[in-house]
């Protein structure tokens, strides 16, 4: 089960995976992920609080799985192997060319284990249009 989202970014991949990378100023622009710990390098741990409409703060950690500049970083969570039969999810952000001076910001993520049918619905509705809201949220910051 997968979430995916895009955006056209009228900049160049590598100011897109500067700010992207930039974890320390996520709580200048990112209305997802106000503060992240870690660095954007394989075998990295991440650690942050996704915030949920309504207030709620959901707290992940997580593994980075790739880094390749100006082109793609995902993560892998929870950090711990061994709860991934229950629930995981390898979120994404792909930055592919359009054109000279341009690019698409494709933000998703896809989701395993065995809580996940059943609590799909309701994530789905509640994750969408927050990745919505980033991609938003990156392109103002980065278009600025």
């Not at 390098?41 to 709620?56: A, D, E, Q, T």
């Not at 229950?86 to 592919?96: A, Q, W």
Request: charged fraction near 25%; aromatic fraction near 10%.
């Amino acid at each position: 089960m997968d979430i995916h989202s895009e955006i056209d970014i009228d900049r160049p991949a590598s100011e897109v995976w500067r700010v992207l990378t930039d974890f320390s100023a996520y709580a200048q622009w990112n209305p997802m992920i106000p503060r992240i710990k870690g660095e954007p390098r394989v075998g990295s741990r991440v650690s942050f609080r996704i915030k949920i409409p309504g207030g709620l703060q959901v707290p992940i950690d997580a593994e980075v799985v790739i880094a390749d500049s100006d082109r793609e970083l995902r993560w892998v969570g929870p950090a711990r192997k061994q709860l991934r039969g229950l629930v995981s999810g390898s979120h994404y952000y792909r930055i592919e060319p359009r054109g000279p001076a341009g690019v698409r910001f494709c933000h998703g993520e896809v989701f395993s284990g065995l809580l996940v049918p059943g609590t799909w619905p309701r994530g789905e509705r509640t994750l969408t249009p927050m990745y919505a809201a980033f991609n938003r949220a990156l392109k103002r910051r980065v278009e600025i």
